[in-house]
């Protein structure tokens, strides 16, 4: 079932069905940006072309670049400088929500995590354990 929102760019009413964020002539226009800036890439000179380059020659906007490299629109194998933000620190990245250097120090954290409560465990169990005597008869 559709609902009716506004359009986040233009702010005119459009059926949201969970397609598209935008209304149809918005999503149109960026299409044919898209078009333009995959024309443009296309050229053996501007493969290696920068976020910022790209840009500049033909004035989409860095997250509309963004969402395409994210949706695999813009393969970065074909276009080797291109990605997105690191969700943590905003170094560029092509795979996940979080750079290779974000995710190993978050791996580092847990491992540090995981040890010290290992480390609480056994002393917990090491204090648990009851020692009794037996009285002489």
């Not at 005119?12 to 149109?28: D, I, P, S, W």
């Not at 490299?69 to 074909?78: C, I, P, Y």
């Amino acid at each position: 079932m559709a609902e009716v929102r506004n359009c986040p760019k233009c702010n005119e009413f459009f059926n949201y069905t969970g397609v598209r964020e935008v209304c149809h002539k918005c999503a149109q226009s960026e299409e044919d940006l898209y078009q333009i800036v995959y024309r443009f890439l296309r050229k053996r000179e501007n493969r290696a072309a920068t976020v910022e380059r790209i840009v500049e020659a033909t004035g989409a906007e860095e997250e509309l670049l963004y969402k395409w490299v994210r949706k695999g629109r813009l393969q970065t194998a074909m276009f080797p400088n291109l990605g997105y933000p690191c969700d943590n620190c905003g170094h560029l990245t092509t795979t996940g929500k979080l750079c290779t250097k974000c995710q190993d120090e978050l791996k580092a954290d847990l491992r540090t995590f995981e040890a010290a409560k290992e480390f609480r465990d056994s002393v917990a169990e090491r204090d648990r354990v009851t020692y009794h005597a037996e009285r002489k008869r």
